[in-house]
């Protein structure tokens, strides 16, 4: 139990459905993140947030769409996915990033494991 | 961009000692270590700073050579619970940060 939750655990949706997904961080940390790990390949980092701030974008295509309403949860929304964007979800969370430097020990979620049909 | 990790794969006794490579073509300003066991997230291991330094805790250690621009972790009587993968991440001086390809230990009786 790292104090980084992630719901749901496993999702399943079409390639014409809108999902969400949410990571909470019971922490007090200020800085979170999105990853994708897919078979085979590193782990991706997606997007990171800096006191509700995001501070990184790794060239996401539009279809992921990040929300961080406090520094506590961030959601992922999800649309019109392909089925390349199968993958494990992983969220992390760090005390903060100062100075644009992720120095800080990052505690990862359990992550959630999404198949798109 | 992404750092190179080596060997991508190790089998090791117990008791054995293990080097994991992780190296970049970038400078770097800090290199993160991470396991993840099958089925669970990464988990932190340590972060070495830039300016050479070397850390470790019970028999994990790692050390950090910026002007090479390379990390290598070492195990030293490698127990059965490290078994799993291990990733390097690489913050630059860009401040891009970005994971290695993984090493995958096994560790046998």
């Known amino acids: 139990e790292t104090g980084v939750t992630q719901t749901p655990r496993h999702l399943v949706m079409g390639m014409t459905n809108k999902k969400s997904l949410k990571c909470e961080q019971h922490l007090g940390h200020n800085a979170m993140y999105w990853y994708k790990q897919s078979a085979k390949k590193p782990l991706e980092l997606m997007f990171v947030?800096?006191?509700?701030?995001?501070?990184e974008n790794n060239s996401v295509p539009s279809r992921f769409s990040p929300e961080c309403p406090n520094s506590s949860h961030l959601f992922l929304h999800l649309h019109t996915l392909q089925p390349e964007d199968s993958a494990l979800y992983l969220c992390?969370?760090?005390?903060?990033?100062?100075?644009?430097?992720?120095?800080?020990?990052?505690?990862f979620g359990p992550g959630t494991r999404l198949t798109v049909l | 961009q992404q750092p190179v990790q080596s060997p991508q794969a190790v089998i090791l006794r117990e008791g054995e000692d293990a080097v994991i490579n992780c190296s970049s073509s970038k400078a770097l300003y800090s290199v993160h270590w991470y396991r993840q066991k099958h089925g669970e997230a990464p988990v932190f291991l340590m972060i070495?700073?830039?300016?050479?330094e070397q850390k470790g805790h019970d028999k994990i250690s790692a050390s950090f050579n910026e002007k090479k621009q390379q990390s290598s972790l070492y195990l030293t009587a490698s127990q059965l619970s490290y078994s799993g993968t291990y990733f390097c991440g690489t913050e630059g001086t860009g401040n891009q940060f970005y994971f290695g390809t993984g090493t995958s230990l096994t560790v046998i009786p």
């Open positions: 947030y800096n006191f509700k701030e995001q501070t």
């Open positions: 070495l700073l830039k300016g050479g």
């Open positions: 992390a969370s760090s005390q903060d990033i100062t100075s644009g430097r992720a120095t800080d020990t990052q505690y």
